[in-house]
């Protein structure tokens, strides 16, 4: 079964225009557990554009108050700041039970690639085993059609396939032309002994698509999309929506 894990990054965004506590991330995040999502994302960047260091610890308690999972998404390889302890240390205090890595740098609006493995794992090996150590699942953003295999040898436990390119191309009617490369990476990651995680732009329109094409996939992240379509559904029938397509056996 695929795993819905929501993320509320953009619901920090909501509440730092404003500044105060509304809307509020630890009651969000309560109203789509009770919906029944299967775990909580945050993406917290070192610039506190979202989800804050106190977020993290809010969430870490909720989603260990219910047993459901947390999983912190960052670049591992951004530097401590005021306000930021870096991604392990917050890790660290937090205790996720998955850490998913991302090649962001500080700039970047969104999370838009996937690590290049063959030129980043010498640097990712000793990190992977530091957020294995504290006993995180470690999950690698990773590009369709990337040397996941490379991803399996440096420790990691799962992939994310950053599925921005999906969405595009679904958008433009022409899903076929990416789907084969996704399909392909999905099955060499298993083969590694992979799971396979996946996210970025997912939606109630192309979702099922893809969950169908891969057929076995661990988990979807899926934040913008599921603020943007609750905005006018309703949080609360929004993740339920989701999860019926989670929870839908695939079409074969």
């Not at 980043?120 to 006993?135: E, R, S, Y």
Request: proline fraction near 6%; charge should be negative; hydrophobic fraction near 45%.
């Amino acid at each position: 079964m695929t795993r819905l894990s929501v993320n509320l990054n953009k619901i920090a965004v909501l509440r730092n225009s404003r500044g105060g506590d509304a809307p509020d991330v630890r009651r969000a995040a309560t109203v789509c557990l009770d919906a029944g999502a299967h775990g909580i994302t945050v993406h917290p960047r070192p610039d506190g554009r979202h989800i804050r260091t106190a977020d993290v610890h809010a969430l870490g308690a909720l989603t260990a108050a219910r047993g459901i999972e947390f999983n912190i998404e960052g670049n591992p390889f951004a530097p401590p700041r005021p306000g930021y302890p870096g991604l392990l240390a917050l890790c660290e205090q937090a205790r996720p039970a998955q850490v998913t890595l991302v090649p962001d740098g500080d700039g970047q609006l969104t999370s838009d690639h996937g690590f290049d493995f063959a030129r980043d794992a010498a640097a990712l090996t000793p990190l992977v085993d530091a957020f294995k150590g504290i006993g995180c699942r470690v999950s690698l953003f990773a590009d369709a059609g990337s040397d996941v295999e490379t991803a399996a040898a440096i420790g990691a436990d799962r992939i994310e396939l950053y599925t921005g390119p999906w969405a595009e191309a679904f958008a433009s009617d022409a899903p076929g032309t990416v789907l084969p490369a996704f399909v392909d990476t999905a099955a060499r990651a298993r083969r590694a002994g992979l799971g396979v995680n996946a996210g970025h732009d997912l939606s109630q329109a192309n979702l099922a698509s893809f969950l169908d094409a891969l057929a076995d996939v661990d988990e979807v992240s899926i934040g913008h999309a599921l603020i943007d379509e609750a905005l006018y559904e309703g949080l609360e029938a929004t993740v339920r929506r989701y999860v019926r397509i989670v929870d839908r056996p695939p079409v074969v």
